[in-house]
């Protein structure tokens, strides 16, 4: 039965204001099916208030082999951190 | 006892939900795969839960020291009055959602009148409990249309499986004694009015899933009143067998 249901991916709201985050993956024959199944795997103890779940071959993701073209670049641009700026005091959540 | 009547009332909507539980905790690590494994034995847990707050409420109104323990674990077949259709063995897991889709239509029925119990502590309970009981309606409904939509095969099966319960139905609407004396004082629910709603809400479900609703009038009864089928002793020589073997124990 299994091998015939595509993966999903599972995101979970845990807290109203808070955003989605990817919680893990499983298996479901349709979406409706996910939901559920999200419900009962992932958030039996209270870990959420919304869920999000997309199949995964929807999801297009980096190639580890990519990393070097795709983020080593940043690493040495220490400017665009913004820690070269005085703050005012006035300024609390920085 | 001062309160016979309320004690059998409880015991008769707490020992349905402490059956089918067992029933469901039999799949925990054999369930179909590991999602379909924890939401059944999610369903499970609801009815424990369930269970437990019926049982601690007809403890006290025993009030003869025994405790909620006792009562779930300690009685004979005969002083069980589940309806015989949670007994029911799994078999396959068309039957358990099946089972489960009968069962569940009329618990929640019975979780929505009995919050105009005149009893609070049964209205309090009904307040908590329907909103697990549309889950799981929700759940094994949706199930049904999934297998009765499905392959030739899961309708094919889901069909059996329906055939097999429908005798088992007509019982979940009988009412004992104590359940007129409660319904009669506005305490107990009046199961006899629920049951056209019910079948009406079948047949849609069965519409929906492309299946044939049962044409049969015959029927099968008998739990109610205490009187078991052959699968009944099987389950509470597993149920009560830590409580018989070391009596007295606690987690």
């Known amino acids: 039965m299994k091998k015939d249901w595509p993966l999903w991916e599972v995101f979970v709201r845990s807290k109203n204001g808070l955003e989605h985050r990817h919680f893990g993956s499983l298996h479901a ?16 103890r209270n870990e959420g208030v919304s869920i999000w779940v997309v199949e995964s071959k929807y999801i297009t993701a980096s190639n580890p ?13 220490i400017y665009r951190h913004p820690t070269f700026y005085d703050l005012p005091d006035e300024v609390k959540h920085m | 006892m001062k309160d016979q009547d309320l004690y059998n009332y409880i015991l008769g909507i707490a020992d349905n939900s402490l059956i089918l539980g067992q029933r469901l905790g039999e799949l925990c690590g054999h369930g179909p795969n590991l999602e379909t494994d924890i939401a059944l034995t999610n369903i499970a847990l609801d009815l424990f839960g369930q269970t437990r707050s019926y049982y601690q409420y007809a403890a ?32 396959h897991f068309g039957h358990v959602i099946a089972r489960q889709f009968l069962f569940d239509v009329y618990h929640l029925q019975l979780m929505n009148a009995l919050q105009h ?6 209205v309090a309970i009904a307040r908590k409990g329907v909103k697990e009981v549309s889950y799981h309606k929700r759940f094994s409904g ?44 506005g305490i107990g629910v009046d199961l006899t009015a629920l049951k056209d709603e019910y079948y009406k809400q079948i047949s849609e479900v069965l519409e929906e899933a492309t299946l044939t609703i049962p044409d049969n009038p015959y029927s099968k009864r008998g739990g109610k009143q205490g009187i078991h089928t052959e699968h009944m002793g099987y389950i509470l020589t597993e149920l009560q067998y830590m409580q018989r073997t070391y009596p007295n124990m606690t987690w």
């Open chain 2, 142 to 185: 949706d199930w049904l249309k999934r297998l009765g939509d499905g392959t030739d095969e899961s309708k094919q099966k889901i069909q059996e499986a329906i055939d097999h319960f429908w005798p088992y139905t007509d019982e979940l609407f009988d009412m004992s004694d104590s359940d007129k004396k409660m319904a009669e004082q």
């Open chain 1, 29 to 44: 024959a349709d979406a409706e099916m996910a939901l559920e199944n999200a419900r009962d795997v992932y958030t039996r």
């Open chain 2, 117 to 122: 119990s005149e009893d609070e502590m049964l």
């Open chain 1, 65 to 77: 082999a990519d990393n070097g073209e795709f983020f080593e670049p940043a690493q040495d641009k």
């Open chain 2, 60 to 91: 006290k109104i025993a009030g003869d020291g025994r405790t909620e323990d006792d009562i779930a674990m300690l009685r004979n077949e005969r002083d069980y009055k589940n309806v015989l259709l949670v007994e029911q063995p799994n078999t």
